[in-house]
């Protein structure tokens, strides 16, 4: 897959230090780009990546529920870059497992908070930069039940479509700007939690997160400048 025009670009990574953030970054650092590497857990972030140094950027304590503090890390990108050239937001959550009529309002805040709501924060706070010099690109992370609901877990499902939603219409806002906002959509992500989580399964139909990662540095690069808009399935053998 061709990774044109990311040598020196500012990408955000948000959740870096989670399954996928991780593999986004390696794959982005691979490619040339300058990595902007955020997460809530200042311990799990420098154990992952404290020995990448410059031109990589740590940025650490950053709640992407709290619109303020993304708002201030997206500052602290500007200041020390002068731009910003892409955002992946890979923050997200699961959970599930009633139906819905059972389905209390603690997972129905969760979801939407860790799906929809961090979302709209890394956008307000990233979008505006990119505005200014008019290119950008915006990753997402949707989910295969965002097209179709998933029994037992409407929450999740919920959250998911309307993230989808939001980055169409980010897209249909921003079509005259440079700036583009597409989503991934991967089914069963290979991680260890997972296969924890489902030990009978055959692993080798699922999505590894570097190969998911590979897909979502394509749409970074200056080869998807003409994508957007677009919900990508990624769904390996799944």
């Known amino acids: 897959m061709e990774l044109e025009g990311l040598k020196d670009r500012v990408v955000v990574v948000t959740g870096a230090t989670g399954n996928l ?16 590497l955020m997460d809530r857990d200042a311990e799990r972030l420098h154990r992952a990546f404290a020995d990448w140094g410059t031109p990589h950027v ?17 500052q602290a990108v500007v200041a020390q870059y002068g731009r910003v050239d892409a955002l992946v937001h890979t923050v997200g959550g699961f959970a599930g497992g009633r139906p819905a009529w059972e ?30 010099r008019g ?42 700007s440079g700036v583009t906002a597409n ?29 998911l990662a590979r897909t979502i540095a394509f749409l970074v690069s200056d080869a998807a400048r003409d994508i957007s808009g677009a919900a990508i399935p990624v769904f390996g053998r799944s």
């Open 58 to 74: 740590l940025l650490h304590g950053v709640d992407l529920a709290s619109s303020p503090a993304v708002a201030a890390a997206a």
């Open 103 to 132: 389905t209390g309002d603690e997972e129905w805040d969760l979801m939407l908070a860790l799906n929809l709501r961090t979302t709209v924060n890394a956008v307000r706070a990233f979008v505006p930069p990119m505005l200014e």
């Open 21 to 36: 953030g991780t593999a986004c970054a390696g794959v982005l650092r691979g490619a040339g780009a300058r990595v902007v």
């Open 183 to 211: 989503s991934v959509l991967p089914s069963i992500i290979d991680t260890p939690q997972n296969r924890a989580a489902m030990p009978d399964a055959d692993f080798s139909r699922w999505v590894s997160p570097e190969q």
């Open 135 to 176: 290119q950008g690109r915006i990753v997402a992370i949707g989910a295969r039940p965002g097209l179709q609901g998933m029994a037992k877990h409407a929450a999740y499902s919920a959250s998911k479509a309307a993230l989808l939603r939001m980055i169409e219409s980010l897209a249909a806002e921003l079509k005259d």
